[in-house]
Nanobody, 115 residues
Framework: QVQLVESGGGLVQPGGSLKLSCAVS????????MGWFRQAPGKQREFVAA???????RYADSVKGRFIISRDNAKNMVYLQMNNLRPEDTAVYYC?????????WGQGTQVTVSS
């Protein structure tokens, strides 16, 4: 059974940083393209960042230069370092394969950027 568990969210002031973690079981991240996605209140879920098996990365324009996606193949983990956070980054953040698979959506982790 594949399970993805996100953690690391919280309340942070504008300009602050957070690092999200995704613990993956039942799927070997080194052989998958993995991504982070987010859903803000009243909006559709959107792509944030992805890391490919060959270590290539891509980002949504809105987070480029501020967020960094990484993976630890030995720990089967995927991370999202978020810097210079803005109020518009407020959302529930999810990890999934890239492109996402419906059966892999977890509970997500809430990120709130507010002063």
């Amino acid at each position: 059974q594949v399970q993805l568990v996100e953690s690391g969210g919280g309340l942070v002031q504008p300009g602050g940083s957070l690092k999200l973690s995704c613990a993956v079981s039942g799927l070997t991240v080194s052989t998958y393209m993995m991504g982070w996605f987010r859903q803000a209140p009243g909006k559709q879920r959107e792509f944030v960042a992805a890391t490919h098996w060959n270590t290539d990365t891509r980002y949504a324009d809105s987070v480029k230069g501020r967020f960094i996606i990484s993976r630890d193949n030995a720990k089967n983990m995927v991370y999202l370092q978020m810097n210079n956070l803005r109020p518009e980054d407020t959302a529930v953040y999810y990890c999934n394969a890239d492109p996402p698979r419906n059966e892999l959506w977890g509970q997500g982790t809430q990120v709130t950027v507010s002063s």
